[in-house]
């Protein structure tokens, strides 16, 4: 093998190497963002969790109020004797 073929492997075989290189890295860049993502999504799902959470509480406080003014309507039985 000649001094020139030598360097055309080398110079073959660096460039594989750099693109696998590139690759993982691409790879790692996919990877780091995935659980970003996953925390974001998690984030934003518990956000709207307790939003509901808060709308039903207030939906409670209404009817719990409402049942009272009714209760206040409906004679008792010692009213009625």
């Given at each position: 093998m000649s001094s020139s073929e030598s360097r055309r492997e080398l110079h073959?075989?660096?460039a594989l190497e750099q693109e696998a290189t590139a690759?993982?890295?691409?790879?790692?860049n996919i990877q780091r963002q995935q659980p970003?993502?996953?925390v974001k999504k998690m984030?934003?799902?518990?956000?709207?969790?307790?939003k509901k959470?808060?709308?039903m509480r207030q939906k409670q406080v209404g009817t719990?109020?409402?049942l009272r003014r009714l209760m206040t309507l409906i004679p008792t039985n010692q009213?009625?004797?």
């Open positions: 073959s075989e660096l690759d993982l890295r691409e790879l790692v970003d993502e996953m984030q934003a799902a518990e956000e709207e969790r307790a959470d808060e709308e719990d109020a409402l009213e009625t004797r």
